[in-house]
């Protein structure tokens, strides 16, 4: 069995050809499926998403006993180098046998250009002190560095990696193997992550709070609703993937999040939501341009109510 | 009056645990009838859920009087300003509920 990864494996628009090749693997659990082949033949561009999408399936099928010594078909070279480039090499190790395929379509450079890369990040809900090592070692410097004079930007982005980080903790609470990549250059940041833990739909569903009959494109739409949240009386608010989504949209961004067979997609403000091939948990992809950032407090401002009825000691 | 500086615990404050940290921090201080000033210079971001977390339950618990009289936060931007502001009318919003 060929499992074919995409020739542009770059940004959410190779994620439903993706998922629909991905998803039978989901139905192998348990099964040790002989002669499988991670394809990548006809990849030409890998990002970061990429990278991160074809590590997590081969991790799934490790770890769930899908497949029986799964191989990697593809241009060595290319691979290798975006492994490196991504900072996948070190995950990957053991997992990734090499072949003697004569499928190699000649020598394809992997391009390394101006981008910053953060490397592939565990959002482990057992490592808080290393999530938030990882913010202040990895994210601020690099960021800072990078939009030095973008004092917002740098707000902005870390106002949405925040709230990524806690409703993936909301939501991932089974999985420990969370991760977390991103990259970007002057004009934007694009910031992925994965997980095969619970899943917003299944976590929905199981909230008590909506009929069984509710349709997973309807739950999707109500976790991205402002308020709306499984743990409610908690110190959760619901905000987190709305407030994202609202950013998104006044920055002319993109913003989309698969879970269990549905997708939600925000284009620039353009909304969408349609089903898709299965992923179990959760895929959150979010580019964000970096000119006329929007800060947290600018979507959340409006939602005060009670300005002047809460005293508070600001000396 | 003690200071309780949010730089150390990082310039963004983003996960429960951390919130914890701080939440525990600003309760002790005050068990042992201190004043508090919560300073943010350097702090990048706080999560929403982080700001219901530290500030709402606070504020539900000393009532509004005693968090103005106890619970002095300096170098806050307004982004913070605002993000604070939210976490306690959520948690207000939750009581409300909660008591109705």
Known sequence: MNIKLPRNF??????????????????????????????????????????????KSMDYSI???CFTNPEINGNELFLESAWNHYGFSKYLKGYVKPTNSSDFNGYLKFELTDKFVIAPQPLSRKEHNQVNKILQTKFTPILNEFYSNEEEAVRMIFGCVSEIIGNFWEHANDDTRSLLVAEGNRKYIEITCADNGKGI????????????????????????????????????????????????????????VYSEGVYYGNNAG?????????????????????????????????????????LLNFG | METITLEKYGHIISDSSLGGSILNDISSALSKGKAVTVDFQNVISMATF???????????????????????????????????????????????????
């Open chain 1, 201 to 256: 739909i299944s976590t929905m569903r199981n909230s008590g709070k909506y009929k069984s009959s509710s349709s997973s494109e309807y739950l999707l739409r109500k976790a991205l609703t402002k308020g709306v949240t499984s743990k409610p009386f908690s110190s959760h608010m619901g905000y987190g993937l709305w407030i994202i989504d609202q950013i998104v949209s006044l920055t002319k961004g993109k913003f989309f």
């Open chain 1, 270 to 310: 353009k909304e969408l939501m349609k089903k898709c091939g299965f992923w179990k948990g959760t895929i959150i992809y979010l580019f964000l341009p970096i000119d006329n950032p929007v800060l947290v407090s600018q979507v959340v401002e409006k939602e005060l109510l009670r300005k002047n009825d809460i």
């Open chain 1, 10 to 55: 770059v940004n959410y628009n190779c994620i439903p050809e993706f998922l629909s090749e991905m998803e039978i693997m989901f139905k192998l659990k348990g099964k040790l499926k002989p002669d499988v082949v991670f394809d990548c033949t006809k990849i030409r561009k890998l990002s970061s998403l990429g990278a991160l999408l074809l590590y």
């Open chain 2, 50 to 100: 982080c700001s219901k977390q530290i500030f709402g339950s606070l504020y539900i618990r000393l009532t509004p009087q005693v968090f103005f009289d106890k619970i002095r936060m300096v170098n806050a931007s307004s982004d913070m300003k605002i993000i604070v502001r939210l976490g306690i009318e959520k948690a207000l919003s939750d009581q409300e509920v909660l008591v109705s």
């Open chain 1, 63 to 65: 770890h769930n006993n």
